[in-house]
């Protein structure tokens, strides 16, 4: 495993080696994160990179991942832990046949060892100096009991089982969560996070990972896609692409053999940049050859 890093450049440096473009801002927070153990909270839209973090802290410090995604109807027995009644079962009738005084039973089956641990349990196992990287995705899918049952971890870094006590980490693990922004989420879980928005990036930056993450793009192809991306995000879209569509879109190119952008490839290729079909319909056509044109003006003028 490697040392936390030090310092916001150290930081940068980390998520650099990963090939992750960070503003500074935004490796400001992770450090922060990281020096005063408290969990990070990154919101923004779909496809900016949110989730990306977490798997670039968990490889560049070497430790393992724990991932907890987040969906409707998420419940404590697939979050953090449940009891293995079939196990318990075959324990009790066990006990049966040998004459096993109830108590003793009773006590026996709610032990550990008929605990079957959740990714949140898990990630509060790590040994000292050997902590994982807990990543819960997409809390936003969640619902508000499941948020309430949060705070005790994301506070204390315990959770309680009725049955057992208290189980608490020897070690906080890096606790990164990630909200799409699809609903609110409470004040009571961004108090005990460090907080931040991660924007589209800018022409620069976006050029930058392109530049690392679809390196076999042309320079030409790169900064045409680049600037076709960034004049669709000025549009009134349902959704707007995100950086991983332009990586998509760029490797789809790339498929293609094509070193530059036409209005016929950029009209069959649509779907892998826009999610919607209203939004294809809407671009598809004169809007898209008016957006190229302006990409193939501004490029000259550069």
């Known amino acids: 495993m490697s040392a936390l890093p030090k310092s916001i450049d150290e930081t940068l440096q980390l998520l650099a080696r990963a090939d992750y473009v960070a503003e500074r801002s935004l490796a400001t927070a992770v450090f922060l994160a990281l020096k005063m153990s408290r969990p990070l909270f990154l919101?923004?839209?779909?496809?900016?990179?949110?989730t990306e973090i977490a798997k670039v802290l968990a490889g560049g410090l070497g430790r393992p991942l724990v991932r907890l995604q987040c969906y409707e109807g998420l419940d404590i027995a697939s979050a953090v832990y449940e009891w293995n009644y079939s196990r318990q079962m075959i324990e009790i009738r066990l006990a049966e046949t040998q004459g096993t005084s109830r108590d003793t039973v009773a006590k026996d089956i709610f032990s550990e060892r008929f605990l079957i641990k959740r990714p949140?349990?898990?990630?509060?196992?790590?040994?000292?100096?050997?902590?994982?990287?807990?990543?819960i995705d997409e809390l936003d899918r969640t619902d508000e009991p499941f948020e309430a049952y949060l705070l005790e971890v994301l506070s204390d870094f315990q959770i309680t089982i009725p049955e057992i006590g208290t189980v608490r980490a020897t070690e906080p693990p890096i606790v990164v969560l990630t909200s799409n922004r699809t609903r609110?989420?409470?004040?009571?879980i961004k108090r005990r996070c460090f907080y931040h928005w991660v924007d589209y990036?800018?022409?620069?930056?976006?050029?930058?990972?392109?530049?690392?993450?679809?390196?076999?793009?042309?320079?030409?192809?790169?900064?045409e896609v680049v600037a076709f991306v960034q004049r669709l995000r000025k549009m009134d879209l349902f959704k707007l692409p995100g950086v991983a569509e332009t990586i998509d879109w760029s490797k789809a190119l790339v498929a293609l053999d094509k070193m530059t952008l036409d209005p016929q490839t950029v009209n069959d290729t649509l779907g892998t940049l826009l999610k919607y079909q209203d939004d294809i319909t809407r671009v598809r056509g004169s809007d898209a050859e008016r957006l190229l044109a302006e990409v193939?003006?501004?490029l000259a003028a550069a």
């Not at 949140?120 to 990543?135: I, S, T, W």
Request: net charge negative; no cysteine; hydrophobic share 40%.
């Open 43 to 50: 919101e923004g839209e779909a496809g900016v990179g949110k």
């Open 120 to 135: 949140l349990m898990q990630a509060l196992e790590g040994g000292k100096g050997a902590a994982p990287v807990l990543l």
């Open 184 to 188: 609110e989420i409470h004040d009571a």
């Open 201 to 223: 990036p800018d022409a620069v930056r976006e050029l930058e990972i392109l530049k690392r993450k679809a390196p076999e793009a042309s320079e030409n192809l790169s900064r």
């Open 296 to 298: 193939r003006a501004e």
